[in-house]
């Protein structure tokens, strides 16, 4: 098993932002990747979901240490493992959109399956 991520861009960690707006509740949700050691390619996962609703506000948090791991060691491990066949890299959960061509990485998604 590998815990980590596969990072496909590899000028910058990630965050993002959006709100959804669903039952009279409002969630603003922040996704952002801290870095902790460059040379450990360690991480910080970050969660932040605020719910608004019903005059309340509630806010979720969850953090936790990541590795990350390029593409190419990706391969490399799934190759030494012996056990799995690598299938492809698709962009936005789209198995007709692959990685390789997409104009921005959003979403990315890895493929693997057992020989």
Known sequence: MID???????TGL????WTIIKNGL?????????????VEQKIIDRLIVEVFGEGKTT???TEKVDKIIF???FLELVEKNGKFKFL??????NLTES?????????????????
């Open 88 to 93: 492809g890299w698709y962009n936005n959960f």
């Open 71 to 73: 593409p190419q060691e």
């Open 59 to 61: 806010v979720f948090k």
């Open 4 to 10: 980590a991520s596969i990072n496909f861009d590899w």
């Open 26 to 38: 409002t969630l603003n949700v922040t996704w952002e990747e801290v870095p902790m050691s460059l």
């Open 99 to 115: 990685l390789e061509k997409a104009k921005k990485i959003n979403r990315p998604m890895t493929l693997i399956r057992r020989k």
């Open 14 to 17: 990630g965050r993002e932002r």
